[in-house]
């Protein structure tokens, strides 16, 4: 039988059930340890902390379903991304980064990644695929892109990537894998910030990187060994939690952030929106092909900073917030993180509030603008 996100669900509630004895805990139990007990020839068995945790493990289990894929779990999101950047880079190699993406991975590559002697070369979302990929060790892709929602065809990069014998790793966060499979449509790796939609609820830092090559996951578990990018057992318990609701809480967000976008957009205090599931935007044909849902974000442009200020101040179903995916709607002016936007582009992360309810709170502060 074919899988789809919904096969997907029904089994991951179940996941951990595949594997009970008579009397053990249905929930995941929180194992707090960092020694075990461990005579004699250690091999076989868990070891230290730092190697083993059951609560880590059932949660790279539960990942991994998902992902179709080993997933190696890590501390936050940039603990991901920096594994797959350093584990799997030398000096004299080459990284093609998306210079729209997420800031803080620019930041990691131009600061210390250029430092090692690796060059690294940015290019936009839109364009990523021209002047090809020849020479380049790691071709890094985020689609859509954040926080313009910008996308290009992962299917074309990584055969292109390939051809010229470079590795593919595609940021997944905005996605999840209910939404977009990255590893399906051809990339060598995911990178994925599960402090956002898998955990969402918003009180913990997590990540993980998932790939289908055996070598690549032992580099990334070697370099976690060694490096010490541990994720906490607590914080793999709350992440493990989350993921049982996860596509509950996609679907809903999704299904309302295609209503509001449409709404929003139509409103005459905005200037732009951005959602790849709006039939005008730029990136809505290549977003059908290769998503199967349009997410939860929306970038809308307001006329001013102090507009876009006002409009999230003003609404009370908004918690002026940075990062994204949790149950309750956020939103933030990105230029005051440096992105190249619009003094009043806001990001607006789409809670599971009823949806009705969020508009009627949404339209009253836009309509506060014009007074």
């Avoid at 990284?95 to 990644?113: E, H, K, M, Q």
């Avoid at 399906?184 to 402090?195: F, M």
């Avoid at 993180?337 to 009043?344: K, L, Q």
Wanted: proline share 6%.
């Amino acid at each position: 039988m074919e899988e789809t996100e919904f096969s997907r669900a029904a089994r991951l509630a179940h996941l951990r059930g595949e594997g009970l004895a008579k009397g053990d805990p249905v929930p995941l139990p929180l194992t707090m340890a960092s020694i075990y007990h461990l005579p004699g020839d250690p091999v076989g068995f868990r070891q230290y902390g730092r190697t083993d945790n059951p609560t880590i493990e059932a949660l790279e289990n539960a990942l991994g379903f998902l992902e179709g894929a080993e997933a190696i779990a890590f501390p936050s999101g940039m603990g991901a991304i920096s594994a797959a950047l350093f584990a799997l880079s030398r000096a004299g190699d080459r990284v093609l980064l998306p210079s729209d993406g997420y800031y803080t991975t620019r930041l990691v590559a131009d600061r210390f990644l250029k430092a090692f002697g690796v060059a690294v070369d940015m290019r936009p979302t839109v364009s990523f695929a021209d002047g090809g990929f020849a020479g380049y060790r790691m071709i890094y892709v985020e689609t859509p892109s954040n926080p313009m929602l910008d996308v290009c065809d992962l299917a074309a990069v990584a055969r292109d990537a390939h051809a010229a014998g470079a590795l593919v790793v595609a940021d997944n966060t905005t996605m999840t894998p209910y939404g977009q499979r990255p590893l399906d449509l051809g990339a060598d790796i995911v990178v994925a910030a599960d402090t956002k939609a898998p955990n969402g609820h918003s009180d913990v830092l997590f990540g993980h990187v998932s790939t289908r090559d055996a070598k690549t996951a032992e580099a990334i578990r070697a370099w976690r060994k060694l490096a010490g990018g541990i994720p906490g057992p607590f914080e793999a318990w709350l992440v493990h939690r989350g993921l049982e609701t996860l596509e509950v809480r996609f679907d809903r967000m999704c299904a309302s952030a295609g209503m509001l976008a449409q709404r929003i957009a139509a409103h005459p205090a905005v200037s732009s929106v951005r959602y790849p599931g709006l039939p005008g935007d730029p990136s809505h044909n290549l977003a059908r092909t290769q998503m199967s849902r349009f997410g939860f974000l929306i970038g809308l442009t307001l006329e001013s900073e102090g507009a876009a200020e006002r409009f999230i101040g003003g609404c009370p179903l908004i918690q002026p917030a940075t990062s994204f995916g949790g149950v309750h709607t956020s939103a933030e002016r990105r230029a005051r993180w440096g992105d190249a936007v619009a003094p009043g582009f806001v990001r607006l992360s789409i809670g599971c509030e009823p949806a009705e309810d969020l508009w009627k709170a949404i339209e009253a502060s836009l309509d506060a603008l014009a007074d």
